[in-house]
């Protein structure tokens, strides 16, 4: 990394709720917003493990009530219902000061070593490692569901949706549990992100950031498992070196980016490779 | 306190009356082209910094600004549809979403650079400033202004679209876009056409709202969820319903910041929630 403003484990961290993104392609501005959730159970406990689990419990719940809400209507509607319930969770939080501490967000969280072995040390080598296999672990059980016949129906969905329920496959409670074991790994991956940074900001909740979030994802290539896991990394990487270059103005080239991938990289960087492969064979032969 | 309720309900209206304006376009090329435009806003913007450097710079007096700030932002508007919006008609939405996001970032960044992260001021004339009392009641005239010339607006809009050749061929191209082509109507023009009037009467919107919204580089991004919202709430590709939800939205924000100010903007977010709930397509949508 250059200069060590994203440190490993923050680009560690991101991987997570990317990779869970390409379970449901379409834009769920809502998964960073599970963090808040987050947040309320990392406040109680301080021993990481069963923080993690606590952080993903109540995720999977919240998410389970909110998939209600978001398998309705078109897809505009349902980009209106997850951008409006996570504004309303902003505002919750922003006012709820005693819990949250408002914009300040919350230092000081303090975690007990793991296990009680390892503790945090300053420089975040104990950090890294933990988030690292936390994020390996998701990923291995993320990439068995995929791969699983349920992998495969969420796929038909993706491709037909209309054709689905004719063979027979229920397309609302299969979106309903995607999106609720979504919300599960974005509460494992804020539970994560508390834990490593021991700060919880409610910037976490808001606007950009899922926005942020969208373009790794997309950049990366939207609906493949590895697809979130380098735009993550890339995204990191170029908003660390275009900062650098240019403090001010870096915003305009993500933007110029992501202009550039959806009109000549459709599918991002894993989608762009794949085309050129194919025409390299073609031309190959 | 009937007073107070008075003076919120106007308020509320001058503010729906500017948000319809601005997103009627968006409604539109929604409706036509299934193009979800998060981009709009930038149009908006557009026509706001053209009628601000001609007051500031060319000493142009605020209503003769107006006309060009419609006239900059459907130029600036055609020329983005057929240079890059057309290439992705057909393609999915979340590559839409993404495009239009990346332009809006451009826009910023691109804004910031020539004119500055600042506010920028509007110089209204004197005879829009100031208020007039009615049974007890203060008015602001400037917000009179405004929702005189968006009611008449709405009417030459509606006009248009109902009672004109082109009106009709725009409905046709909305109802079914390839049943419209194979009558002979050029679809892609009349596109062309729908895009740039939607992001000259943003721009217009833009310009008029200086005043009451506020201008600076990152106003695509602070209301973009409004316009949206104005349009998934009122459903898409009709006059009427964008009108009627920027005018309930208006009215809700207005005095949820009045009434409620610790809830904050918890009102219109919970208000727009329960609408899509009630009606996933819209006030006045097309049933898909």
Sequence with gaps: MPDGRWRPLEIAFWLIPVACFFLFPSYRVLGSQILITALFAVHGFHEPLSGLLAAAATATVAGYLVSFLVVRGSDLTRLMVTLGIGLMLWEAANKAHSITGGVDGLSGVTISPILGLWRFDIGGRTAFIYAFLVVFIVFVLVRRLVNSPFGLSLRGIREGRRRMPAIGAPVARRLRVVFTLSATVAGIAGALLAQTTQFVGIDTLGFPRSADLLVMLVLGGAGRLYGGLVGAAIFMIAQDWLSGIDPVYWQFWIGFFLVAIVLFARGGILGGADALRARWRVHKR | ?288
């Design chain 2, 1 to 288: 306190m009937l007073g107070n309720f008075a003076g919120v309900l106007f308020d509320g209206l001058a503010y729906g009356s500017l948000l319809f304006l601005i997103a009627v376009g968006l409604s539109v090329t929604l409706g036509l082209m299934n193009f979800v435009n998060l981009a709009h806003g930038a149009f908006a913007m557009v026509g706001g910094y053209a009628c601000v450097i001609l007051m500031t710079r060319a000493g142009v007096p605020f209503l003769a600004t107006l006309p060009v700030a419609f006239v900059v932002a459907a130029v600036v508007g055609v020329l983005l549809e057929r240079t890059l919006y057309q290439r992705l008609y057909g393609a999915s939405e979340l590559d839409q979403v993404l495009f239009s996001i990346g332009i809006v970032f451009m826009s910023i960044a691109a804004t910031t650079w020539w004119f500055g992260p600042s506010q920028q001021p509007v110089a209204l004339p004197s005879w829009l400033r100031g208020q007039v009392s009615f049974a007890g009641v203060d008015f602001g005239i400037y917000r009179i202004f405004l929702i005189a010339v968006v009611a008449a607006l709405t009417v030459t809009l509606t006009w248009l679209v109902e009672k004109t050749r082109f009106g009709s061929r725009v409905r046709a191209s909305v109802d079914n876009a390839t049943a419209a082509a194979g009558l002979g109507i050029n679809v892609n023009r009349v596109f062309a056409l729908t895009f740039a009037l939607g992001s000259g009467l943003a721009g217009l919107g833009g310009g008029l709202g200086i005043d009451v919204l506020g201008l600076d580089p990152t106003f695509p991004l602070k209301y973009m969820v409004y316009f949206l919202l104005v349009v998934a709430v009122g459903g898409s590709g009709t006059i009427k319903g964008p009108l009627i939800a920027a005018l309930i939205l208006g009215v809700f924000d207005v005095a949820g910041k009045y009434y409620l100010p610790d809830v904050g903007g918890f009102v219109i977010y919970a208000l727009m929630v329960v609408l899509l709930i009630l009606f996933p397509a819209g006030l006045y949508g097309k049933r898909a």
